[in-house]
């Protein structure tokens, strides 16, 4: 592990500290950059190790961040991630739930039981596993509350074909991140959720190559940058707490989103 002692939050970014969960690559990889750039303390929470230290060796200011091993459908890693956590630095401000995976693409009536199971386990049930305990820390911490910014994909919006698990994983994550925003209130716990379309990142390369569409055809869609999807969830993260991001969209411009089906 490497980091500082605990401390309070200072002004802006400074000090503030937050878990990115699905840090290794993709979208949580450019979140953890654009975060430790602006000076937030990041914990790196993935299943493999060699890929969140990839993530740090890219870093700016690597000295301000922990990493963390952790498979987010285990109730006990994700227990002993903010452990570690506010042992460390005493506070959690922020939470990226982004830990996600696609599964394999099957026909309703051919998809395993077993696949639905895992997708579903690390989408969701990994999801409301760190935010049940970041929304606990952020309870009983002082000063009181913080954000939690789920990643819900335009999967939470519109189907692609062939993949129910992912789908419904998604459209599940917009209900969790209501009722967050909704049990939050209290006790200044804001949650928000971006929906991304066609980030250029490892998991969606196929997707620029040639993509299943729902007329039967395979065409190639639009990508944009990875790099517009972490500022904005930059941008979400670093508003102060009376003010929140309930939704937001971002994609490529040209992706065929709006009138997909």
């Not at 952790?70 to 570690?84: K, S, W």
């Not at 913080?146 to 519109?158: H, L």
């Not at 939050?184 to 997707?207: H, K, M, S, W, Y």
Request: proline share 6%; charged share 20%; aromatic share 4%.
């Amino acid at each position: 592990m490497m980091g500082g002692m605990a401390t309070e939050p200072a002004g802006g970014a400074q000090g503030r500290v937050a878990v990115v969960t699905g840090a290794g690559s993709g979208i949580g990889r450019a979140v953890t950059h654009a975060l430790l750039r602006t000076g937030w303390r990041v914990a790196l929470a993935g299943r493999r190790e060699a890929t969140l230290r990839e993530t740090l060796a890219e870093a700016p200011e690597p000295h301000i961040a922990l990493v963390n091993p952790t498979d987010v459908t285990r109730e006990a890693d994700v227990e002993a991630l903010f452990a570690g956590v506010l042992a460390e630095w005493g506070r959690v401000d922020l939470l990226f739930n982004n830990a996600g995976m696609f599964g394999p693409s099957a026909r309703l009536d051919e998809l395993d039981p077993a696949d639905w199971r895992q997708v579903v386990d690390t989408n969701l049930t990994g999801s409301f596993l760190c935010a049940r305990a970041a929304f606990a820390a952020m309870r009983d911490q002082r000063p009181q509350g913080g954000r939690i910014i789920n990643n819900g994909s335009v999967s939470a919006q519109a189907p692609r074909p062939l993949a129910a698990a992912y789908t419904a994983s998604k459209h599940a994550i917009t209900g969790l991140t209501k009722q967050i925003s909704l049990e939050g209130r209290p006790f200044g716990i804001a949650c928000g959720q971006i929906d991304v379309g066609n980030a250029a990142t490892e998991l969606t390369a196929a997707i620029g190559r040639g993509a299943l569409q729902p007329d039967g055809t395979l065409r190639p869609e639009p990508m944009m940058d990875v790099r517009h999807a972490a500022e904005t969830v930059l941008h979400m993260a670093q508003l102060p707490l009376d003010a929140n991001v309930q939704s937001i969209t971002i994609m490529a411009t040209t992706m065929p989103l709006v009138g997909r089906g």
